[in-house]
């Protein structure tokens, strides 16, 4: 199977060891579900593991953006990344690290450093400057869809029509970027389950994932430990891991590129399978 091209920072094409693209989850946020990421030393032992089981990307996250969570600062938020990017950079320099981030700022500084990709919750809404940062740099760039912020995102969303209203979000943006500087060729889509949507969108949008690949540009989903899970199946948080790695296969199999999960061991195991079937 064959995708689109991804081009890193540096215009480095990112070249897959498998069919699909694992993105490791490392939560620097005081407030973590996954304690194992909550300290410096806790997060840089978990990023190991996650290329030890397979991943492609780190993807470091210092403010929490899960719904009714209060912003940070990039002051902040640069210092719990820098240590960690600083040591990674030092002891896996090979590593390809993504942070987490819309602040302008905090992207700038951290692409200075090496990182390699920007995934960004607000599509350069929340921080306008950003656009001037990715133009600048180019780096990979993970455009995703939102409804509002993570304080307010979850207080009645509302579409007509979900997958139609992100596909013109998708159009609108990618044009906004590559018009200002940007490369389609370093922009992966990811539609933002959970990011102010209901079960009903979410399920719409995962059903009719295929209907992305008119922009031709990999897909990315992040539901990993979604609370979809627990509306669906009655999962508590901890429990959500085994049905977190079969959506990820069942999505392989639509044609769904790169999955970021918390669980990269397990999901790996799942994307295998799934690829064995295929």
Not at 4 to 29: Q, R, S
Not at 60 to 79: F, N
Not at 168 to 188: D, S, Y
Not at 212 to 240: A, N, Q, T, V, Y
Request: with cysteine; aromatic share 8%.
């Amino acid at each position: 199977m064959s995708y689109p091209p991804f081009l890193l920072a540096g215009d480095c094409l990112f070249k897959p060891k498998e069919p699909y693209g694992l993105m490791g989850i490392v939560n620097l946020t005081a407030d973590s579900f996954y304690t194992s990421s909550r300290t410096q030393e806790s997060a840089i032992n978990l990023a190991l593991e996650h290329l030890d089981q397979g991943a492609d990307v780190l993807d470091l996250g210092a403010e929490s953006t899960r719904p009714y969570a209060k912003p940070l600062t990039s002051e902040d938020e640069l210092s719990r990344l820098l240590p960690v990017i600083n040591e990674l950079k030092a002891s896996v320099p090979e590593a390809i690290l993504s942070v987490d981030t819309y602040h302008a700022a905090t992207a700038a500084k951290v692409l200075s450093l090496g990182v390699s990709i920007i995934n960004d919750i607000s599509a350069c809404r929340f921080d306008p400057d950003l656009l001037d940062v990715l133009v600048q740099y180019k780096p990979g760039y993970v455009l995703m869809h939102s409804q509002g912020r993570p304080k307010d995102m979850q207080d009645k969303p509302s579409y007509n029509d979900v997958v139609y209203e992100v596909q013109t979000f998708f159009e609108q943006h990618l044009n906004m970027l590559v018009k200002a500087g940007l490369p389609e060729e370093h922009i992966l889509l990811d539609p933002g389950i959970g990011f102010g949507k209901l079960l009903e969108h979410n399920m719409a949008i995962l059903k009719h994932i295929s209907a992305f690949k008119i922009f031709k540009r990999p897909l990315l989903i992040g539901l990993s430990m979604k609370s979809m899970f627990g509306d669906l199946l009655g999962l508590k948080l901890h429990e959500r891991g085994q049905a977190t790695s079969v959506a990820s296969a069942l999505l392989f199999d639509r044609g769904v590129f790169w999955h970021r999960v918390h669980d990269v061991g397990k999901t790996a195991e799942a994307l295998k399978l799934a690829q064995a079937f295929f």
